[in-house]
C-alpha cells in the first residue's frame, strides 16, 4: 500500500496567521493480539477543557532523524520498546488558536515490551496523560467521542483515517505472514 498523505484545515477557530511548523512523529502502536495503545490526556488550556484520545508522539527535536525521535517518543509516553513495522504517512493539519501547522509522521509499531514511563513534568502537570490499551471497535468509539470538543474534532479528523489504514496493514502483514 502507498503512504497515507492528507491535507486538513483547522475548521474550529479562525485562521488569523500561521507562525511556524512543528515536525511530530506519532505511532499506531499495537500488540499480538491487536489490542492498540494511546494515550488519554485531560486538558484544560486555551483550547479549552477536553479529555481526548491520542496516538503517543511528539515533537522531532534538533538533531534527532524521524525514527530515533519516535522511539524516544514511544518510551517517555508509553514506556514502550517497540519495532517500526510501516511508515503509514504524513498528515498535515493546523491548530489556527495557536498559529502552529503540523506535519505529522505516523508510523504503524509493534509492541516488543513495556517498562517505565518518562513524562516530562509539563505533560504530568498539564496533559496527567495515561495510557489507554483498546481494541480497534473501542478506539474508534473513543475518538467519536472525544470529537464533542473542538480540539478532539481536530484529533479524530486526524488520527480515525490513520488508525483506520493501519488496520488495513495489519490485516496484509498478517495474511502474507499466514501464506508463508
Known sequence: MKELNLQLKD????????????QIVRAIVFDDQENYYFVRAKR???????TLIETSGGGVEAGEDLETALKRE????LGAEVEIMHKIG?????????????????YLCRVK????????QQEIDNFHLS?????????VAEYEKCAA???GKLIAARELPVLK????????????SKAK
Open 131 to 139: 495510557t489507554l490499551k483498546l481494541n480497534y471497535e473501542e478506539a
Open 44 to 50: 484544560d488550556d486555551d483550547f479549552g477543557k477536553a
Open 113 to 120: 515490551s513495556f517498562g517505565t514511563k518518562h513524562l516530562t
Open 149 to 151: 470538543t473542538k480540539i
Open 165 to 176: 489504514y493501519a488496520k488495513k496493514l495489519i490485516g496484509e502483514d498478517l495474511k502474507r
Open 11 to 22: 475548521t474550529e477557530w479562525p485562521l488569523e496567521y500561521i507562525d511556524h511548523d512543528r
Open 74 to 77: 514511544l518510551k517517555e509516553e
Open 90 to 106: 504524513i498528515v498535515s493539519d493546523y491548530y489556527n488558536l495557536i498559529h502552529r501547522h503540523n506535519i505529522n509522521n505516523y
